[in-house]
């Protein structure tokens, strides 16, 4: 089926609105990688696209491993955010009489391989201006281009149109590393008429920065790191922060990622920590970070590449095949829900589960990984809310993200309301669309229910002049079930909280 992106339409006057297209389900992926952008949100729709910013699989991280799952097991579109602790970056200097030119690498990191050249040509008769050619290369003395900027007639003329400090503002490969020197560059000519030009290398190479902490996941609100950085990313239905190598995330980078989750309705896919070697341990371990949230989940144990079993002796996280398994899925029904089909069997576990493990992890909110014909399937269906014998659709995997979808179909195709609160007839075409939304959404088999009675109900709730309110409920488990909902439009916001049942 072919998925189109999701509509937000605004108010047809007198007309109901249109109903929400399926959407695209975006995963981003937060570590250490080769190279790149710092804490920059970096949209990809390929594991080609990934190679050409972040580099390929390196021993600093999962990132790689984690994307490249991703996108062989359905995923789609994908988000990507480089972590750096302490990274350095690479500069270098241009001669320039008896001055320098000092450049420096945009992105940090020792992988960062630049080179430069300068040249005179149609510019020789003016001492002050000059061409520029910065290059990426593959490796140190590699001629394999990856990325190369060409400035034309720049010049070290502060009051010049072209000066090189206004110029390099839009590279994305250097920036200056000093004030400029007061006269050209020295060109780079060859030593011999028709030899290759030559190249200025790195004067000193960009360093990786050690291990990650807890804190880089965070990062800050205000600076837009870490975590934030999402915040310019748009729309984000699943997070992965795969762990590094020789250490475990701990307990604050989780709570701050499963909070972040709650606030962008997303879901947390988090890899069970390395001291995790058999189902009793990860039951014990899962009980004592003592985590409650339907906006998160985990599972157990992880996968191993099949023709990499040394390299890889205690497995790398599955949370980039879980995700894919979600986008193709979502994709498929049309709306989220829980990970439907088969890992590739190119992977396989690092522990395998007989079925009484996988009951005990199942009931302890843990998805078990388990190998059923030759391939690897979830066996389970769990957020990390508490698993009671009846459970709940926070309890439930598919039904979480089902809720979270809804809400977010309806706060997002609604939001026109909220510049149209004092305008008559807007609680009445709230209701026409939100209506025609959730019947959709049935159509789709998001909801449950015979029709539209035990299938969900809308309502304008009187609160105000300046204020229209909404109480939606849908029925996601059982028919006339309701998970129930507030919406309320004000001038310039819109917000949703859920309603308890008591109140509901």
């Not at 030593?191 to 030009?197: E, L, M, Q, R, V």
Request: with cysteine.
């Amino acid at each position: 089926m072919a998925v189109e992106p999701i509509v937000y339409p605004d108010l047809v006057e007198g007309a109901a609105q249109p109903a929400a297209r399926p959407t695209v389900t975006v995963a981003a992926f937060i570590g250490r990688t080769e190279r790149g952008p710092v804490d920059e949100a970096v949209s990809i729709s390929s594991f080609d696209d990934y190679r050409r910013v972040f580099g390929g699989h390196s021993s600093v991280g999962f990132v790689s491993h984690a994307v490249e799952h991703y996108f062989q097991h359905g995923g789609r579109a994908a988000v990507v955010v480089r972590l750096a602790n302490g990274a350095t970056r690479a500069t270098i200097d241009v001669p320039a009489g008896t001055e320098v030119l000092r450049l420096v690498a945009r992105r940090p990191g020792s992988r960062e391989y630049l080179r430069v050249s300068v040249d005179y040509d149609r510019v020789v008769g003016d001492p002050r201006r000059f061409n520029l050619v910065v290059q990426r290369v593959a490796r140190p003395g590699s001629n394999l281009v990856e990325d190369q900027e060409l400035y034309s007639g720049v010049s070290v003329d502060p009051n010049d149109r072209l000066f090189i400090v206004d110029v390099l503002r839009d590279s994305e490969l250097v920036r200056l590393g000093g004030p400029p020197p007061s006269c050209r560059p020295d060109a780079t000519l060859p030593a011999h008429p028709g030899d290759p030009i030559p190249y200025i290398e790195r004067s000193n190479p960009g360093a990786d920065g050690d291990e990650l902490t807890d804190y880089d996941v965070v990062g800050s609100n205000e600076e837009g790191t870490g975590l934030f950085a999402l915040d310019r990313a748009g729309r984000v239905d699943v997070i992965c922060v795969p762990p590094p190598p020789s250490r475990e995330f701990g307990t604050t980078a989780l709570l701050a990622a499963e909070r972040y989750c709650r606030r962008r309705r997303a879901l947390l896919i988090w890899d069970p920590p390395w001291s995790w070697y058999t189902s009793e341990q990860a039951v014990l371990g899962l009980r004592a970070l003592g985590l409650k949230s339907s906006n998160a989940m985990t599972y157990f144990p992880r996968l191993r590449p099949r023709d990499q079993l040394a390299r890889f002796p205690a497995g790398v996280p599955a949370c980039g095949a879980l995700a894919g398994l979600l986008a193709a899925s979502d994709g498929t029904r049309g709306f989220a829900g829980g990970p439907q089909g088969r890992l590739k069997t190119s992977l396989t576990t690092v522990v395998d589960l007989d079925e009484q493990e996988a009951a005990h992890l199942r009931r302890h909110g843990i998805n078990p990984l388990a190998v059923a014909g030759g391939a690897v399937v979830v066996d389970g269906n769990a957020s990390l809310m508490p698993q009671d014998r009846v459970p709940t659709a926070a309890q439930r995997l598919d039904t979480s993200r089902t809720v979270l979808h809804v809400v977010d179909v309806l706060e997002r195709s609604t939001s026109w309301a909220m510049r149209a609160i004092e305008e008559p007839g807007t609680g009445e075409e709230l209701v026409k669309q939100v209506r025609a939304l959730l019947a959709d959404l049935h159509s789709r088999g998001a909801l449950v229910g015979r029709g539209a009675d035990d299938t969900f109900f809308v309502r304008v709730v009187p609160r105000g002049p300046d204020v229209v309110v909404l109480r939606v409920g849908f029925a996601v488990i059982k028919p006339g079930q309701f998970v129930t909902y507030e919406l309320e439009y004000r001038a310039g916001r819109t917000t949703a909280r859920e309603v308890p049942p008591l109140d509901a």
